[in-house]
Each structure stands twice: as C-alpha cells, then as structure tokens.
C-alpha cells in the first residue's frame, strides 16, 4: 500500500514501526485496535497511542475544512486514566497537498499532530483548520519548525492545544523530535478541554534544546559496554568544550566527573552527605557536615558555570535509587523550554527546588571557596552595616553599598550572598535560597538489565530520565568505505571479537575466537527460553566485553589474553548461575558417574575444553580453527 493510499492511522503506525522497531504493541482486550494501541517503551512504560483519521469537508471552499471526530477515544481516555498510562492522541494530515489549500510555508503531510485535550467533554467532531492556519502563520513568520506548540488561545479548534511534530518525509524520516515528545511529554494528571485552565507542562523545545544538560540512564545486557559509551559522550562534550581554548583554560575528565556505584548498602547519607563527629585537637567534639558525591559535584557546578560538569551513577537499579536520592528525586524534573520560572530560573535548572541547610552551607563554605578560583562566580558580598567575624564593623563599602567579605575570620558564607554568573541570567546565592540542579551538571547512569537481586525502577523516577539501549554488538571486520576515523574507533572492537579463548592451538589454547563463541551462545540463550517456554531471555546474552584479555603476569612484555582459567571462572560461572540456570542438563555434558556441578564442570573444561557443552554447534567450533581459516566466523552466521 503506498502512502497515498493510507489514512491517518495508517501513516503513523507505519512511522513508528519503522522508526522505533524496541517499541512493542501488546494486546489489551480493553483498547480498540482499531482506534488505539498499548504500546510498551524500551524502558519498561507502557502507554497509550490513540489514532484519529483526518476528514476533509467544504472542498469548494477556498479552505477545506479539516476535521477529527474525538467521541470515539473517549473509553481510551478512560482505561488510560484508571491505569495511569499516558495517552497520546494523534493524527496527521492524509490527503493530497491540493486538499491543503493556503497552506504553503510548510507541508502538512511531515508533521504529526499530537492533540493535548481532555476528551471528557468531546462530543463529536473538532474542525482543526485554525491548528494549521496558526502553523502557517508561525512558520511562515520565521518561526521554529521542527517542533511547534500550538495554545489554545492561538486557535478555535475547541480543544486546550496541539504540538505539531516534525517527522520528514517518506524518503527521509525523521525520529529525533517524535522520540523526545514521547520522552519528555506528560499528561497526567489529564489534559483539560478547552474552557478549563489549561494543563500547564512545559515540552522540550527541541531544537533550542540540544545543549540542555542530559539526563540519561545507559541499560543492556552484561558486558556491552555502558560504561565505555558513557566515557565517550562524556570525553566528547569535554573535548568540544576544550576545543580552540588554551591549555590554562582546559578542562580534564578528572576535573569534571564525580563517579558513584549504588549498591543494596548505599544510602541517602553515602550519597548527600551527613553530619559526623570531629574530635578538635585540644579537646572537644565538633558535629561537621561530610558531602557526598552529590553535594560534591553539585558544589563544583554551582560555583564553575561556564563549565560542564558530569554526576556518572554506575549500577543505579543496584541500590534503592527513589530511597537514595530521597528529597532530591524532585530535582531530576528540569525546566526544557525556552521560558523562565517565577524565580527567574531558565532551561536546565530544576523546576523544583529543596531546601536543605546542610548542602547550602557546604556549597556557601568560604574556607574551601578560597583554595580555588571559580570562573562562574563573584566573591561573596555582604551589606555595610555587616559585622566582621571579630564582631568589628567591617569597612569601605563597595558602589552598590556592599562589602567584600574578610576570609581571614569568617567561615562561611552566612547571611551574604554569592553571584553565580554563566547561566541564562546571573543568579544570587544566598543562606535561604534552595538547592536546585543548575544547567551546566548532566547525569548519566548505567543499568545492567541481567542483574539480580536488584531494585526495580519505577516509572516515576525512570520518566524523569531518558532511557538508552546499548547495542549488544561486536563486529568482527570494518564496514566498506569505512573512515579513518570509524576505524580506529572500531579497531578495540574488531580485536576483542578476534581473541581467541585461552590463545591458538599452537599456543596450546582452544582456538575458538571469543566473539565467534559469543554469537554462538547468545543465540542459544535465546533459543534455550523459547524450547522452555519462559520469557524473553534476551537480557541474559554475554556482551561483547563481559570478559576482556588481561595480562598473565606483571612481566611487560607479556601480552593480554583470554586465560582459560578466566573464561571458566567467569562466562562458565555465568551460564550456569544465570542463563541456563533453570535447564543446565540441556546445555551442560556430565558423564553418568560425575556430580553435575559449576566446580566439575570449571574442571572438566581445563581438559575437555568445549566438548563440555551439549550442543553440537559449540562442540564443532574447536573443529574450525585452523590459522587463517574463515570457516569458524562463518560458525557465527549458521
């Protein structure tokens, strides 16, 4: 079917499907397929699509009316609430461009219409001309056009507002925008019809929102290198920072990043920091506030500005994350439009604030504000009539009537105020002024999906974060017309995949390639759950660098590998704890007089080496490896 052929529906569900093959529709007795789906997000959230198809009517007038009929998303709307999903009501223009009369700044047929209304009022149709007229007007005015937002006071629609999304065309799709709404938009509780005051929630304007700080969790099987691709946006952002600047002004990974791993132990105190006890050296007990790593980082943002600073969360669903961020789990709502709060704070800063004295009076302490200079703010003021720590008044006021503050005898910043410059507008730091996350501190964390015993995210906390998946890839040759620089940034990858188990044959070694086994046993894995009718299993596969060469002995000649003794004591260890747990017989080859356990197994394969495993497809693999033959990678294609 063409896409002229298709309606509304059809265009958009044909969109996502191609687009965003991790989104899984589920069936649901309660939803009309017809109308809706249930869609289930790589991060675990399900919500609620629901599609209207465009009408056309008066096409003899010099603008055909363009309508929905909104009645029939009214049950939807219901089962969304009564299990607080979001909903997304959706639409695009379906017909030809000569039904899309006077519409000549922009084509309708490259954005979807997400209707943000309250459907409790609807009774039937809602003509949207006057949605695509304000479009026109916008865009034709020179205004933003990947993402527009469209208020009810800017149109006679009859519904509270719309967000047109940009999605390209059909040659040429465009997912960035459409994934970020979904991400970022939502509606609960739910949208009001128009009449009503509006549902006040600030979308991500998309395109001004590209050096917003990021939030976001990495998740993936065991070994598919989270971590090493949280490095690697990280060193980007700083190397683009660093870029035309001169050595004094540079900034290093060491500088800027604060690392943290959450385990069960972890707590609100590991992770903001405490008050501890201080023995004085004459005697004496002083009660000091410890930081943690939050209050460390924080600090550090607070007080550099103009520069990028990164909170790195490894293991975050290791720990109980809701619990160990306790009160600041506000925090991670940030402002994403171009617009101001009422306190004058702008895109990136949280939208919520927390008042908390023991991290205000860590980031106001003037002791350790004085062993650096910060480039992101103006010493402390204080007014005239301020007194000294020695209780004298304190001289020669300053042209707004201020003091600079005397280091010798204060300790901190007490009731003076610390300009914080850098940010969209200079912000005053006072004793009273609650914490916020500024622009400049991004957060990324790493979530192995394997684990377990591990605590659950809920969706509350995990919406506040965008969710990626590391691909669990290893290549083993370089794409054709590769680049240098794709080159050497796969030149690690293509290696791991070719090292080989314990080294070659001739080194006394199995012979089979790492990756070449890995291809093997994953798909195995995969196989194992669908033959034992359990779930999806595909969280339990082996990573490309679950385990990596590491050298022998201390010696500097010697050369990283694979040790067999390695491989069994941790990817052995791993299939039979976690991946094959529940069918080890299946998988694993005893003889009738041996006691199936991990320790004779670890022990049969020093001698018996991959004849330990039933299937024949691994058992052959030691069959393929003479040097230079390409039959073992081709093992991994069978």
């Known amino acids: 079917m063409s896409s002229k052929d298709m309606n509304s529906k059809e265009i958009i569900q044909e969109y996502i499907q191609s687009s965003f093959k991790k989104w899984n529709v589920m069936e649901d007795e309660n939803i009309d397929p017809k109308v809706a789906e249930l869609v289930k997000l790589p991060n675990g959230e399900t919500v609620i699509f629901s599609y209207a198809n465009i009408a056309i009517t008066g096409t003899e007038r010099k603008k055909p009316q363009i309508r929905v009929f909104l009645h029939e998303f009214k049950h939807v709307l ?14 695009i223009f379906s017909k030809s461009q000569s039904m899309a009369k006077g519409l000549n700044a922009f084509d309708p047929h490259e954005y979807i219409v997400s209707l943000e209304t309250n459907l409790d009022n609807e009774t039937s149709r809602r003509d949207l001309r006057s949605l695509y007229d304000f479009v026109q007007t916008y865009v034709g005015n020179g205004g933003m056009s990947k993402f527009i937002r469209c208020p009810k006071e800017s149109h006679n629609a009859g519904i509270n507002q719309a967000s047109f999304i940009y999605i390209g065309n059909k040659n040429n799709r465009e997912k960035k925008f459409f994934e970020d709404y979904i991400t970022y938009f939502d509606n609960r509780p739910y949208m009001q019809s128009a009449g009503s005051p509006a549902f006040n929630y600030n979308t991500t304007e998309f395109e001004d929102a590209y050096d917003l700080p990021v939030q976001i969790i990495y998740y993936g099987v065991p070994g598919c290198g989270k971590s090493h691709a949280v490095d690697a946006e990280i060193n980007k952002a700083i190397n683009e920072y660093n870029e035309g600047k001169t050595d004094g002004d540079k900034i290093s990974y060491e500088d800027q990043v604060m690392r943290v791993v959450f385990h069960p132990d972890y707590g609100n105190a590991d992770f903001i920091g405490q008050i501890m006890p201080k023995i004085r050296e004459r005697g004496g007990v002083d009660y000091i506030f410890k930081p943690g790593p939050f209050s460390q980082i924080l600090r550090k943002a607070y007080l550099n500005s103009s520069k990028p600073y990164f909170l790195v969360i490894e293991e975050i669903n290791r720990g109980n ?40 009076d860590y980031i106001r302490d003037i002791k350790a504000y004085e062993k650096s200079d910060h480039s992101g703010c103006v010493k402390p003021n204080h007014p005239k009539d301020m007194l000294d720590g020695n209780g004298n008044p304190v001289d020669s006021p300053d042209a707004n009537g201020k003091k600079e503050i005397d280091f010798s005898t204060a300790t901190s910043f007490c009731s003076l105020e610390l300009i914080l410059q850098g940010f969209d507008s200079p912000q005053i730091f006072r004793e009273s002024t609650a914490i916020r996350f500024p622009p400049n501190l991004s957060i990324y964390a790493t979530m192995n999906t394997s684990d377990q015993n591990v605590f659950t995210l809920d969706n509350a906390f995990q919406r506040r974060w965008e969710m990626k998946q590391v691909p669990n890839k290893l290549r083993n040759s370089l794409p054709e017309n590769a680049t240098e620089e794709q080159k050497k ?7 791991q995949y070719n090292e080989y188990i314990g080294g070659t044959k001739e080194e006394g070694g199995t012979g089979v390639k790492w990756g070449v086994f890995r291809d093997k046993i994953n798909k195995i894995i995969i196989k194992s759950a669908e033959d034992n009718g359990l779930s999806s299993m595909e969280d339990k596969r082996l990573g490309g660098w679950f385990i990596v060469p590491k050298k022998p002995d201390e010696k500097e000649d010697s050369k990283a590998v694979i040790t067999k003794q390695a491989f069994a004591e941790k990817v052995l260890k791993y299939l039979w704890d976690d991946a094959f747990k529940f069918d080890r017989n299946s998988h694993f ?35 393929k490896t003479l040097p230079g033959d390409s039959a073992q990678d081709d093992a991994s294609e069978e």
Do not use: H
Not at 78 to 91: G, I, S, W
Not at 591 to 615: G, H, M, R, W, Y
């Open 321 to 360: 994350a809701a619990a160990i961020f306790g009160e600041m789990f506000q925090l991670l709502d940030r402002i994403k439009d171009n617009k101001k709060d009422k306190s004058g704070y702008g895109p990136g800063w949280s939208s919520y604030s927390i008042l908390n004295d023991d991290v205000n």
């Open 78 to 91: 219901n089962y969304a609430k009564e299990k607080n999903y979001r909903f997304f009501l959706f639409t």
């Open 589 to 623: 080859n005893f003889s009738k007089d041996e006691e199936p356990t991990l320790e004779k197994l670890i022990e049969n394969f020093e001698t018996k080496e991959f004849e330990i495993f039933v299937n024949p497809q691994i058992r052959e693999l030691q069959k």
């Open 489 to 495: 940034e796969l030149e690690a990858e293509i290696d």
